[in-house]
């Protein structure tokens, strides 16, 4: 799948996200798939080709290369894009399911009628609330997509020995005769990306916390809101039922003088 078909699937999801979700969305194309496909991929080259050692030992550049680059920036930060961007496609699946149960209930409440273009349209383009089962799926894809951010973070730091790239690094791997001096191309430009992908990176991390925090203080609202809503009718209902016991009562006490009057009346004749 190309990275066009991606940002289709991913601009469908960005129609039912909140504000901070379309932020987070725009990062991660603009400030991290852009510049990974326009530069970094050109920066980077064949980066083993470039990579020289002061030897000539048959095999010496290929183990001391593999030993410090076991995995490539450009391969990884593909990789990492793929992962985060996967949850969203689940959330794209969720109203993707929803939109056609929708669209089955109208269908069995119309009969025999069918539906006209309009209507498809406008189900189609309906905004869904972030409420209920989506709300579990949105907030789940946030999770993963914190858990996937930091994880990748993690293993670019604990490959790489940290995001700064060496001008100079010293190889003592078989079959190498001795300790050899081994340079990397462009180290600078190299260390300035990888900077860049990284605070890309934390940026998009802090968007989706602060998403998430959004989602449930929200949804604490609506349960208070609920909560009080129930509380007023409860006490409505029961205002309502203690009044209807003191206005029965009243009758009864009416009754029961009245017959009481009628009893002595009789009793006096």
């Not at 609330?129 to 789940?140: E, F, K, S």
């Given at each position: 799948?190309?990275?066009?078909?991606?940002?289709?699937?991913?601009?469908?999801?960005?129609?039912?996200?909140?504000?901070?979700?379309?932020?987070?969305?725009?990062?991660?194309?603009?400030?991290?798939?852009?510049?990974?496909?326009?530069?970094?991929?050109?920066?980077?080259?064949?980066?083993?080709?470039?990579?020289?050692?002061?030897?000539?030992?048959?095999?010496?550049?290929?183990?001391?290369?593999?030993?410090?680059?076991?995995?490539?920036?450009?391969?990884?930060?593909?990789?990492?894009?793929?992962?985060?961007?996967?949850?969203?496609?689940?959330?794209?699946?969720?109203?993707?399911?929803?939109?056609?149960?929708?669209?089955?209930?109208?269908?069995?409440?119309?009969?025999?009628?069918?539906?006209?273009?309009?209507?498809?349209?406008?189900?189609?383009?309906?905004?869904?609330?972030?409420?209920?089962?989506?709300?579990?799926?949105?907030?789940?894809?946030?999770?993963?997509?914190?858990?996937?951010?930091?994880?990748?973070?993690?293993?670019?730091?604990?490959?790489?020995?940290?995001?700064?790239?060496?001008?100079?690094?010293?190889?003592?791997?078989?079959?190498?005769?001795?300790?050899?001096?081994?340079?990397?191309?462009?180290?600078?430009?190299?260390?300035?990306f990888t900077i860049f992908?990284?605070?890309?990176?934390?940026?998009?991390?802090?968007?989706?916390?602060?998403?998430?925090?959004?989602?449930?203080?929200?949804?604490?609202?609506?349960?208070?809101?609920?909560?009080?809503?129930?509380?007023?009718?409860?006490?409505?209902t029961d205002g309502v039922?203690?009044?209807?016991?003191?206005?029965?009562?009243?009758?009864n006490e009416l009754l029961?003088?009245?017959?009481?009057?009628?009893?002595?009346?009789?009793?006096?004749?």
């Amino acid at each position: 799948m190309s990275w066009g078909a991606l940002y289709a699937q991913l601009g469908g999801v960005n129609k039912h996200s909140t504000s901070l979700g379309k932020i987070w969305l725009s990062v991660l194309f603009i400030f991290r798939i852009t510049i990974l496909v326009l530069a970094a991929e050109s920066v980077w080259g064949d980066e083993q080709s470039d990579f020289t050692c002061n030897t000539q030992q048959p095999g010496c550049k290929n183990v001391c290369y593999d030993h410090f680059f076991p995995v490539s920036h450009i391969r990884l930060w593909c990789l990492q894009l793929i992962f985060v961007s996967t949850p969203a496609l689940l959330v794209a699946m969720h109203v993707a399911y929803r939109k056609r149960g929708d669209k089955r209930t109208m269908l069995a409440s119309n009969g025999t009628e069918k539906m006209t273009d309009t209507d498809l349209e406008t189900l189609k383009k309906r905004r869904l609330p972030i409420t209920g089962p989506l709300w579990w799926t949105y907030t789940c894809s946030l999770f993963f997509r914190l858990i996937f951010e930091g994880g990748f973070m993690y293993a670019l730091y604990f490959v790489y020995d940290g995001f700064q790239m060496p001008r100079l690094v010293k190889c003592e791997q078989w079959p190498c005769p001795n300790k050899v001096d081994c340079f990397i191309s462009r180290p600078t430009e190299k260390t300035v990306f990888t900077i860049f992908m990284v605070a890309s990176s934390a940026i998009c991390m802090v968007l989706n916390v602060a998403e998430l925090c959004y989602l449930i203080a929200k949804a604490l609202m609506r349960c208070s809101a609920r909560s009080n809503r129930g509380r007023h009718h409860y006490t409505h209902t029961d205002g309502v039922t203690r009044d209807s016991a003191l206005l029965q009562n009243k009758k009864n006490e009416l009754l029961l003088s009245c017959s009481t009057d009628s009893s002595s009346n009789k009793t006096m004749c």
